[in-house]
Protein backbone atom coordinates (compact mmCIF):
# COMPACT_ATOMS: atom_id res chain seq x y z
CA UNK A 1 0.00 0.00 0.00
CA UNK A 2 1.35 3.26 -1.12
CA UNK A 3 1.01 6.43 1.09
CA UNK A 4 0.40 9.69 -0.78
CA UNK A 5 1.60 13.19 0.92
CA UNK A 6 -1.10 15.19 1.62
CA UNK A 7 0.73 18.61 2.70
CA UNK A 8 4.22 19.19 2.04
CA UNK A 9 6.13 22.50 3.64
CA UNK A 10 10.16 23.94 3.64
CA UNK A 11 10.53 24.77 7.08
CA UNK A 12 14.42 26.12 6.70
CA UNK A 13 16.92 26.08 3.78
CA UNK A 14 17.55 21.97 3.98
CA UNK A 15 14.40 21.68 6.83
CA UNK A 16 10.95 20.17 5.43
CA UNK A 17 7.81 18.43 6.81
CA UNK A 18 4.81 16.82 5.14
CA UNK A 19 1.95 15.11 6.05
CA UNK A 20 1.47 11.54 4.65
CA UNK A 21 -1.37 9.26 4.48
CA UNK A 22 -0.85 6.27 6.99
CA UNK A 23 -4.48 5.89 9.16
CA UNK A 24 -3.11 2.94 11.13
CA UNK A 25 0.25 4.23 11.89
CA UNK A 26 -1.79 7.46 12.70
CA UNK A 27 -4.16 5.61 15.30
CA UNK A 28 -1.16 3.57 17.01
CA UNK A 29 1.37 6.19 17.63
CA UNK A 30 2.31 7.36 20.36
CA UNK A 31 5.15 9.84 21.45
CA UNK A 32 9.03 8.47 20.64
CA UNK A 33 7.95 6.37 18.10
CA UNK A 34 9.32 6.23 14.79
CA UNK A 35 8.63 4.83 11.40
CA UNK A 36 11.00 3.96 8.81
CA UNK A 37 10.61 4.15 4.73
CA UNK A 38 10.96 3.65 1.77
CA UNK A 39 10.19 5.85 -1.28
CA UNK A 40 9.59 3.49 -4.24
CA UNK A 41 9.93 -0.38 -4.76
CA UNK A 42 12.89 0.09 -6.76
CA UNK A 43 15.59 -0.58 -4.54
CA UNK A 44 15.18 2.17 -2.52
CA UNK A 45 16.59 2.14 0.45
CA UNK A 46 15.09 2.16 4.07
CA UNK A 47 15.41 5.08 6.11
CA UNK A 48 14.06 5.69 10.17
CA UNK A 49 12.45 9.03 10.75
CA UNK A 50 10.32 10.25 14.27
CA UNK A 51 6.56 10.81 13.89
CA UNK A 52 6.52 14.16 14.82
CA UNK A 53 2.89 14.60 15.12
CA UNK A 54 -0.39 12.18 13.95
CA UNK A 55 -3.63 13.38 13.28
CA UNK A 56 -5.73 10.05 13.95
CA UNK A 57 -8.96 11.47 12.06
CA UNK A 58 -7.55 12.17 8.65
CA UNK A 59 -5.51 9.49 9.00
CA UNK A 60 -1.90 11.20 8.11
CA UNK A 61 1.26 11.76 9.94
CA UNK A 62 3.81 14.28 9.95
CA UNK A 63 7.41 13.36 9.34
CA UNK A 64 9.99 16.66 9.72
CA UNK A 65 13.00 15.78 7.49
CA UNK A 66 16.64 17.33 7.11
CA UNK A 67 18.11 17.07 3.18
CA UNK A 68 21.38 14.96 4.64
CA UNK A 69 22.39 13.07 1.89
CA UNK A 70 20.79 11.21 -0.99
CA UNK A 71 17.58 9.54 0.63
CA UNK A 72 16.50 13.02 2.04
CA UNK A 73 17.39 15.01 -0.57
CA UNK A 74 15.02 12.74 -3.26
CA UNK A 75 12.83 13.45 -0.86
CA UNK A 76 12.69 16.99 -0.53
CA UNK A 77 11.56 16.80 -4.12
CA UNK A 78 8.37 14.92 -3.83
CA UNK A 79 5.00 17.00 -3.63
CA UNK A 80 1.70 17.00 -2.51
CA UNK A 81 -0.19 13.90 -4.54
CA UNK A 82 3.32 11.80 -4.23
CA UNK A 83 3.56 8.37 -3.08
CA UNK A 84 5.82 6.83 -0.65
CA UNK A 85 5.80 3.37 -1.12
CA UNK A 86 6.49 2.05 1.95
CA UNK A 87 5.91 3.14 5.91
CA UNK A 88 6.50 0.62 8.47
CA UNK A 89 5.40 1.56 11.65
CA UNK A 90 4.87 2.52 14.84
CA UNK A 91 8.11 0.99 15.15
CA UNK A 92 10.35 1.34 18.83
CA UNK A 93 8.93 1.91 22.40
CA UNK A 94 7.37 4.60 23.26
CA UNK A 95 8.28 7.22 25.77
CA UNK A 96 7.57 6.76 29.23
CA UNK A 97 5.40 9.63 30.26
CA UNK A 98 6.18 10.18 33.46
CA UNK A 99 5.26 13.33 36.23
CA UNK A 100 8.81 14.24 36.71
CA UNK A 101 7.69 17.70 38.50
CA UNK A 102 10.47 20.11 36.50
CA UNK A 103 11.83 18.28 33.14
CA UNK A 104 14.52 20.30 30.66
CA UNK A 105 13.96 19.25 27.40
CA UNK A 106 17.11 19.64 25.24
CA UNK A 107 16.95 20.28 21.02
CA UNK A 108 19.72 20.24 18.71
CA UNK A 109 19.12 21.15 14.74
CA UNK A 110 16.62 18.15 13.43
CA UNK A 111 16.76 16.64 17.26
CA UNK A 112 13.99 19.18 18.18
CA UNK A 113 11.51 17.30 15.54
CA UNK A 114 11.48 13.61 17.65
CA UNK A 115 11.96 16.30 21.00
CA UNK A 116 8.44 17.98 19.98
CA UNK A 117 5.96 15.60 20.72
CA UNK A 118 8.04 14.56 23.78
CA UNK A 119 7.93 17.73 25.18
CA UNK A 120 4.26 18.17 24.50
CA UNK A 121 2.95 14.93 26.01
CA UNK A 122 5.25 15.67 28.97
CA UNK A 123 2.91 19.42 29.16
CA UNK A 124 0.13 17.57 29.01
CA UNK A 125 1.10 15.36 31.99
CA UNK A 126 1.45 18.01 33.82
CA UNK A 127 4.86 18.61 34.09
CA UNK A 128 7.03 22.28 34.31
CA UNK A 129 8.73 21.98 30.73
CA UNK A 130 12.24 24.30 30.36
CA UNK A 131 13.02 23.75 26.86
CA UNK A 132 16.75 24.74 25.11
CA UNK A 133 16.52 24.66 21.52
CA UNK A 134 19.60 24.94 19.51
CA UNK A 135 20.72 25.32 16.26
CA UNK A 136 24.16 26.02 14.40
CA UNK A 137 22.67 29.31 13.17
CA UNK A 138 18.91 31.36 12.96
CA UNK A 139 18.31 30.15 9.38
CA UNK A 140 18.35 25.90 10.42
CA UNK A 141 16.65 26.51 13.95
CA UNK A 142 13.32 24.95 13.20
CA UNK A 143 10.12 24.89 15.82
CA UNK A 144 10.62 27.78 17.62
CA UNK A 145 6.77 28.40 17.87
CA UNK A 146 5.62 24.66 19.05
CA UNK A 147 8.27 25.08 21.31
CA UNK A 148 7.40 28.42 22.88
CA UNK A 149 3.69 27.36 23.10
CA UNK A 150 4.33 24.48 25.41
CA UNK A 151 7.01 25.65 26.77
CA UNK A 152 7.24 27.26 30.73
CA UNK A 153 10.37 28.93 30.25
CA UNK A 154 12.43 28.82 27.01
CA UNK A 155 16.40 29.45 25.66
CA UNK A 156 17.27 29.44 22.12
CA UNK A 157 20.76 29.06 21.31
CA UNK A 158 22.81 29.44 17.90
CA UNK A 159 26.59 28.82 17.83
CA UNK A 160 27.38 31.75 15.59
CA UNK A 161 24.69 34.47 17.93
CA UNK A 162 23.07 34.57 15.06
CA UNK A 163 19.57 34.36 17.09
CA UNK A 164 19.42 34.04 20.93
CA UNK A 165 22.00 33.44 23.06
CA UNK A 166 25.40 32.86 21.36
CA UNK A 167 26.23 29.16 23.18
CA UNK A 168 25.98 25.53 22.78
CA UNK A 169 23.02 23.93 24.29
CA UNK A 170 25.20 22.55 27.23
CA UNK A 171 25.91 26.00 28.35
CA UNK A 172 22.07 27.11 29.41
CA UNK A 173 21.90 23.27 30.57
CA UNK A 174 24.60 23.50 33.10
CA UNK A 175 23.33 26.83 34.67
CA UNK A 176 19.72 25.10 34.58
CA UNK A 177 21.28 22.47 36.28
CA UNK A 178 23.22 24.41 39.22
CA UNK A 179 19.68 25.75 40.43
CA UNK A 180 17.83 25.02 43.64
CA UNK A 181 15.90 22.46 43.15
CA UNK A 182 17.63 21.30 40.24
CA UNK A 183 15.37 19.81 37.55
CA UNK A 184 13.87 16.33 38.23
CA UNK A 185 14.64 15.05 34.91
CA UNK A 186 16.66 15.83 31.63
CA UNK A 187 15.10 15.08 27.77
CA UNK A 188 18.09 15.43 25.44
CA UNK A 189 17.87 14.61 21.41
CA UNK A 190 20.04 15.98 18.36
CA UNK A 191 23.16 15.12 16.91
CA UNK A 192 25.21 12.62 18.96
CA UNK A 193 27.71 14.75 20.23
CA UNK A 194 25.54 16.71 21.32
CA UNK A 195 23.48 14.57 23.07
CA UNK A 196 27.24 12.72 24.59
CA UNK A 197 27.68 16.83 26.34
CA UNK A 198 24.45 17.25 27.79
CA UNK A 199 25.13 13.63 29.66
CA UNK A 200 28.45 14.94 30.72
CA UNK A 201 26.94 17.83 32.17
CA UNK A 202 23.69 15.84 33.76
CA UNK A 203 25.46 13.12 34.89
CA UNK A 204 28.21 15.71 37.13
CA UNK A 205 24.63 17.08 39.17
CA UNK A 206 22.57 13.48 38.96
CA UNK A 207 20.29 14.77 36.69
CA UNK A 208 18.54 11.42 34.89
CA UNK A 209 18.74 11.81 30.99
CA UNK A 210 16.88 9.95 28.54
CA UNK A 211 18.18 10.55 24.95
CA UNK A 212 16.99 9.41 21.76
CA UNK A 213 19.67 7.75 19.42
CA UNK A 214 19.91 8.13 16.10
CA UNK A 215 21.99 4.88 14.86
CA UNK A 216 21.90 3.14 10.97
CA UNK A 217 19.08 1.49 10.61
CA UNK A 218 18.08 -1.07 8.01
CA UNK A 219 15.05 -3.41 9.19
CA UNK A 220 14.31 -2.07 12.49
CA UNK A 221 12.84 -5.02 13.99
CA UNK A 222 16.09 -6.53 15.83
CA UNK A 223 17.14 -8.93 13.07
CA UNK A 224 20.34 -6.69 10.91
CA UNK A 225 22.50 -5.24 13.83
CA UNK A 226 22.98 -1.83 11.75
CA UNK A 227 21.57 -0.43 15.15
CA UNK A 228 23.91 -2.33 17.97
CA UNK A 229 25.09 0.10 20.53
CA UNK A 230 26.73 -0.47 23.96
CA UNK A 231 24.66 0.18 26.78
CA UNK A 232 26.37 -0.12 30.45
CA UNK A 233 28.76 -2.52 28.54
CA UNK A 234 26.10 -4.65 26.97
CA UNK A 235 24.84 -4.59 23.41
CA UNK A 236 21.57 -3.28 22.74
CA UNK A 237 19.41 -2.94 19.64
CA UNK A 238 17.94 0.29 19.18
CA UNK A 239 15.49 -0.10 16.80
CA UNK A 240 13.61 -2.51 19.77
CA UNK A 241 15.03 -2.15 22.89
CA UNK A 242 15.04 2.02 22.22
CA UNK A 243 15.04 4.63 20.38
CA UNK A 244 15.37 6.06 23.88
CA UNK A 245 17.81 4.88 26.55
CA UNK A 246 19.32 6.73 29.34
CA UNK A 247 22.02 8.81 28.62
CA UNK A 248 24.24 8.35 31.30
CA UNK A 249 24.52 4.48 29.34
CA UNK A 250 25.73 4.96 26.58
CA UNK A 251 28.65 4.04 24.66
CA UNK A 252 28.65 7.72 22.31
CA UNK A 253 32.04 7.58 20.89
CA UNK A 254 31.18 3.89 19.57
CA UNK A 255 28.08 4.97 18.63
CA UNK A 256 29.82 7.82 16.74
CA UNK A 257 32.49 5.74 14.46
CA UNK A 258 29.39 3.00 13.53
CA UNK A 259 27.20 6.07 12.19
CA UNK A 260 30.52 7.34 10.13
CA UNK A 261 31.00 4.18 9.07
CA UNK A 262 29.55 4.36 5.40
CA UNK A 263 30.26 7.90 5.00
CA UNK A 264 32.91 7.62 1.86
CA UNK A 265 29.60 5.33 0.14
CA UNK A 266 27.21 7.92 1.45
CA UNK A 267 29.03 10.82 -0.24
CA UNK A 268 29.23 9.33 -3.46
CA UNK A 269 25.51 8.36 -3.92
CA UNK A 270 24.66 11.57 -2.81
CA UNK A 271 26.83 13.45 -6.01
CA UNK A 272 25.63 10.53 -8.14
CA UNK A 273 21.83 11.61 -6.91
CA UNK A 274 22.75 15.37 -7.74
CA UNK A 275 24.38 14.52 -11.27
CA UNK A 276 20.85 12.74 -11.76
CA UNK A 277 21.78 9.07 -12.12
CA UNK A 278 21.40 7.45 -8.64
CA UNK A 279 20.22 3.38 -8.41
CA UNK A 280 22.24 3.01 -5.04
CA UNK A 281 25.61 1.98 -6.43
CA UNK A 282 23.81 -0.76 -8.75
CA UNK A 283 24.55 0.68 -11.75
CA UNK A 284 28.71 1.02 -11.29
P1 LIG B 1 23.03 9.62 3.80
O1 LIG B 1 24.01 10.46 3.06
O2 LIG B 1 22.77 8.22 3.32
O3 LIG B 1 23.48 9.57 5.32
C1 LIG B 1 23.81 10.72 6.07
C2 LIG B 1 23.98 10.28 7.52
O4 LIG B 1 22.71 9.85 8.01
C3 LIG B 1 24.91 9.07 7.69
O5 LIG B 1 26.27 9.43 7.83
C4 LIG B 1 24.34 8.39 8.89
O6 LIG B 1 24.84 9.03 10.06
C5 LIG B 1 22.85 8.65 8.78
N1 LIG B 1 22.14 7.55 8.08
C6 LIG B 1 22.34 7.09 6.81
N2 LIG B 1 21.55 6.03 6.52
C7 LIG B 1 20.83 5.82 7.65
C8 LIG B 1 19.84 4.86 8.00
N3 LIG B 1 19.43 3.90 7.17
N4 LIG B 1 19.32 4.91 9.26
C9 LIG B 1 19.70 5.88 10.13
N5 LIG B 1 20.64 6.80 9.86
C10 LIG B 1 21.19 6.78 8.64
N6 LIG B 1 16.30 12.46 10.56
C11 LIG B 1 15.47 13.50 10.33
O7 LIG B 1 15.79 14.37 9.52
N7 LIG B 1 14.27 13.61 10.98
C12 LIG B 1 13.84 12.68 11.88
O8 LIG B 1 12.73 12.79 12.42
C13 LIG B 1 14.71 11.57 12.14
N8 LIG B 1 14.34 10.62 13.01
C14 LIG B 1 15.15 9.55 13.22
C15 LIG B 1 14.72 8.57 14.10
C16 LIG B 1 15.50 7.46 14.35
C17 LIG B 1 15.00 6.40 15.30
C18 LIG B 1 16.76 7.34 13.70
C19 LIG B 1 17.60 6.13 13.98
C20 LIG B 1 17.21 8.30 12.80
C21 LIG B 1 16.40 9.42 12.55
N9 LIG B 1 16.78 10.41 11.64
C22 LIG B 1 15.95 11.49 11.44
C23 LIG B 1 18.04 10.32 10.85
C24 LIG B 1 17.72 9.90 9.40
O9 LIG B 1 17.30 8.56 9.39
C25 LIG B 1 18.99 10.07 8.51
O10 LIG B 1 19.30 11.44 8.42
C26 LIG B 1 18.73 9.54 7.09
O11 LIG B 1 18.70 8.13 7.12
C27 LIG B 1 19.81 10.02 6.13
O12 LIG B 1 19.59 9.41 4.87
P2 LIG B 1 20.20 10.01 3.53
O13 LIG B 1 20.20 8.93 2.50
O14 LIG B 1 19.51 11.26 3.15
O15 LIG B 1 21.68 10.43 3.91
FE1 LIG C 1 18.33 -3.84 12.25
FE2 LIG C 1 17.93 -2.53 14.54
S1 LIG C 1 17.74 -1.79 12.54
S2 LIG C 1 18.64 -4.55 14.26
MG1 LIG D 1 21.32 7.19 2.43
Same mark, same amino acid.
Given at each position: ?20 ? +? ?30 ? =?????? %? ?10 ? &? ?10 ? $? ?13 ? !??? %? ?9 ? /?????? +?? /? ?12 ? =? ?19 ? $?? %? ?6 ? *? =??? &???? *? ?42 ? $? ?12 ? +? ?23 ? *?? !? ?25
Amino acid at each position: MSHKIVSKKQLSEDVFTAEIE +APLVARARQPGQFVIISLNNDYAERIPLTIAG =ADPQKG %TISLIWQRVGKT &TAEMAQLQPGDE $IANVAGPLGNPTDIE !LFG %TVVCVGGGIGL /APLLPI +AE /ALKARGNTIISIIG =ARNKELLILEEEFTRISDELI $IT %TDDGSYGR *K =ALV &TEPL *KEICQRDPKPNQAFAIGPAIMMKFCCKVTKEFEVPTQVSLNTIM $IDGTGMCGGCRIEY +AGQPKFVCVDGPEFDGHKVNFDLMM *KR !LNAYQDMEKKEYERFKKGKCKLGLDQ
